[in-house]
């Protein structure tokens, strides 16, 4: 048995400097209880008492040689002191060491818990130059969209997110023709395709009509969705996601989703349930 006067020295470890292991004067020490076959022997160490196990080299005497628990009665914590180590311990479980590390485990299960944002409400401004981009809200839940010329893949894309996704919303309606013009009455959503060039955009949606209302619940009596085809973009994804925008549901996180954006990571194209229940409540 090797200590340093004035600590606790328990066992054969070479090099550990037991002089920094000094237990509080309201400390009290766990009995050793010892084996069949072996003795406890009380040996004075400076001002503290240390009990040490004579005898066969058991489990029980290895596990006491190298491990002293002391338990401080004035406050809650206890502190475990194993090879010269002090690791805090609070309520039976033994805390990281690292408060940087407890930190970043709080932050990860806050985000891994929060609920998907709500997506739903109108933005932008209105007029149809350029690439400007929006989000609007129809007039009501009976919604008709109208191809305006389109290429028979994006034709295709429109008819899929219309007729599987949109029409199945419970209480709200949803419609695509085939027209060649949208200066029409009953249509509240043209969708066009060409090659608008590189323009760092695979779609986007404006407000073609009249407006009324403000912001978040402005309501576009005709929006036009335009998809460039310079990239190619995902038939049903981009139809999905750019009508979506004609419904008043903005970008999300959630991706479930086809409104998450592809530079966000988004591949899906369909509505998550999150976007049905706002078309079904909203409307």
């Known amino acids: 048995m090797a200590g340093a006067a004035g600590g606790i020295g328990m066992g054969d470890d070479a090099g550990v400097n037991w002089g920094k292991v000094t237990p509080p004067e309201n400390a009290k020490r766990t009995p050793l209880t010892p084996p069949p076959n072996s003795q406890l022997h009380s040996v004075a160490k400076g001002p503290h008492t240390v009990s040490r196990i004579v005898g066969a080299e058991t489990p029980h005497a290895r596990y006491a040689r190298n491990t002293t628990r002391l338990l401080v009665d004035s406050a809650p914590e206890r502190t475990m002191m194993r090879k010269g180590r ?33 997506n739903f409400g109108s933005s932008g401004t209105a007029g149809v130059g350029g690439t400007t981009n929006g989000v609007w809200l129809t007039n009501n839940n009976y919604f008709v969209v109208y191809k305006r010329s389109l290429s028979s893949t994006y034709s295709a894309g429109v008819d899929a997110t219309i007729n599987n996704d949109y029409n199945t919303v419970t209480g709200f309606t949803a419609l695509a023709l085939t027209r060649s013009s949208c200066v029409d009455a009953y249509a509240d959503t043209c969708v066009y395709d060409s090659f608008y060039g590189d323009n760092g955009f695979n779609g986007w949606n404006a407000c073609w009509g009249s407006t009324s209302g403000s912001h978040p619940n402005q309501q576009c009596s005709v929006t036009w969705v335009r998809i460039n085809q310079t990239y190619s973009p995902p038939a049903t994804r981009i139809a999905c996601h750019e009508i979506a925008h004609s419904t008043g549901l903005r970008h999300t996180n959630n991706s479930a989703s086809c409104v998450k954006r592809t530079v966000d990571g988004g591949t899906s194209s369909v509505l998550s349930s999150h976007d049905r229940s706002h078309l079904q409540n909203d409307y």
């Open 86 to 118: 002090h690791l805090p311990e609070i309520a039976g479980r033994r805390m990281p060491r690292s408060p940087i590390l407890l930190i970043a485990l709080m932050m990860l299960s806050f985000v891994l818990a929060a609920p998907v944002s709500a």
